[in-house]
């Protein structure tokens, strides 16, 4: 799969940015709506979601970056009423990486490959649909989604109880041969996993 950054004059213009830097609200805009461009590919999630572009959160780390979007008027009572159905909460777009399993990379089989196009060049990346239930024990737990119905990972997600601006919020750091991804969702619940450059594994 041939692998172009989205934005290369943006990504230039931020070489010299650290690591895992969050990009400003006029950049996050910027690949929102490239992605939204082709609304209906947007949409072809394995579970409904209708993603906010207007409230996104991106993160990059030279080359590599993601971007999550939180589900329309996301709500606390999407999670404290939680049931065993899975209620869709965003989607999370990466940029030369994929989740991880089990210490492996998810092949792009299992993954929605969805086509994004700006002036400066096409790339194939991964959309992840997210969702979030309750689990047999009573606590929640976030599911990433591929293509398919079948989560291709699930994350326990913990209570917490602190300030931020927008309904999800996204941090990483690099760890072992991937990086670490925490979503935190409206101050109250997080959730971590790992992602990888697939063409390292």
């Not at 002036?119 to 689990?135: H, I, Q, S, Y």
């Amino acid at each position: 799969m041939k692998q172009i950054i989205l934005i290369t004059a943006l990504i230039a213009s931020l070489a010299a940015a650290q690591a895992q830097e969050q990009l400003s609200r006029q950049d996050s805009l910027k690949y929102a709506f490239i992605v939204s461009a082709d609304l209906t590919e947007m949409l072809k999630t394995p579970i409904p979601t209708d993603p906010d572009v207007k409230r996104p959160v991106a993160l990059h780390d030279g080359d590599y970056g993601g971007m999550v979007l939180p589900e329309s008027k996301l709500r606390a009572e999407v999670f404290s009423k939680a049931g065993k159905e899975v209620a869709p909460v965003g989607q999370l777009w990466l940029l030369k990486l994929v989740p991880m399993n089990d210490g492996q990379a998810v092949p792009s089989s299992k993954l929605r490959m969805v086509e994004a196009s700006s002036e400066e060049g096409r790339a194939t990346v991964p959309c992840c649909a997210l969702g979030v239930r309750k689990v047999a024990e009573g606590g929640l737990e976030l599911l990433v989604f591929g293509k398919d119905k079948e989560p291709v990972l699930h994350a326990p997600m913990q209570t917490i109880s602190r300030q931020q601006e927008n309904p999800i919020e996204m941090t990483a750091e690099r760890k072992d041969d991937g990086g670490l991804i925490t979503l935190r969702f409206l101050g109250k619940y997080e959730a971590s996993f790992m992602v990888t450059d697939p063409d390292k594994n």
